[in-house]
């Protein structure tokens, strides 16, 4: 069974803060990595796909560890527009996309 | 950015009655899916779609779930006699990105059956 496992949260930061999250999946045959994010009651849209490499794009980095099976994503600056729900996703190739339950984050002013 | 698009945005619907769900995917797509996501829950795959037929469907999608094409832009997730426990929010996708891994998902239905 395919699972992607992480941290339910809530995380609550303030504004300016550095969080991190960690997720960690069960099927070493997935070749995809992203991070979603979900507000509260509406779709999930993808944030950033991961990279064996990692990679950053503006305040968010994310980290991926093969051997370990392990996902991290790092924002940096926290902005009270950041609170809403990380998913950690992941798929084989040619394959549906598994979910994780997702890790809340509440930044407060 | 390209849409999906879907109808209606909230339905509510007796136990026992027959719901569906309509979604317009990305134009020129061959690719779509269908997501569930109950609430305080994690998404989950419900069935992929492909070239006109199912390529893929989940545990989830038992007999009472359908999924048609009736014209060549919409979709259609069928649910047969739902179930209190069918309530979800219902979300089509398209993929897209390097490799078609990426999924840009419509903004969902939420159904209630009572």
């Known amino acids: 069974r395919k699972e992607v496992e992480q941290d339910p949260g809530p995380f609550n930061v303030p504004e300016g803060a550095t969080v991190a999250f960690n997720c960690t999946y069960s099927?070493?045959?997935?070749?995809?990595f992203f991070w979603y994010r979900q507000d509260c009651r509406k779709e999930p849209k993808l944030l950033m796909s991961?990279?064996?490499s990692g990679n950053e794009d503006g305040r968010f980095t994310a980290q991926l560890n093969r051997a370990s099976q392990y996902i991290s994503l790092l924002i940096r600056d926290s902005k009270l527009s950041d609170s809403a729900t990380y998913l950690c996703?992941?798929?084989?190739?040619?394959?549906?996309?598994?979910f994780g339950k997702g890790t809340m984050l509440l930044v407060s002013p | 950015e390209p849409e999906v698009t879907q109808t209606p945005s909230h339905q509510v619907t007796q136990m026992g009655q027959e719901v569906i769900l309509r979604c317009v995917p990305i134009?020129?797509?061959?690719?779509f899916y269908w997501y569930r996501q109950i609430l305080g829950q994690k998404v989950e795959f419900l069935v992929s779609?492909?070239?006109?037929?199912?390529?893929?469907k989940s545990e989830i999608f038992d007999d009472q779930f359908s999924v048609e094409r009736p014209d060549g832009s919409n979709f259609t997730l069928k649910i047969r006699s739902t179930k209190l426990e069918d309530s979800a929010m219902y979300f089509c996708?398209?993929?897209?990105?390097?490799?078609?891994?990426?999924?840009?998902f419509g903004q969902g239905t939420r159904l209630t059956v009572v």
């Open positions: 099927n070493s045959a997935s070749q995809s």
């Open positions: 996708a398209n993929p897209r990105g390097r490799s078609n891994t990426e999924a840009f």
């Open positions: 991961v990279y064996s």
């Open positions: 134009s020129n797509h061959l690719y």
């Open positions: 996703v992941v798929n084989e190739r040619y394959s549906t996309l598994t």
């Open positions: 779609f492909y070239n006109n037929e199912i390529s893929e």
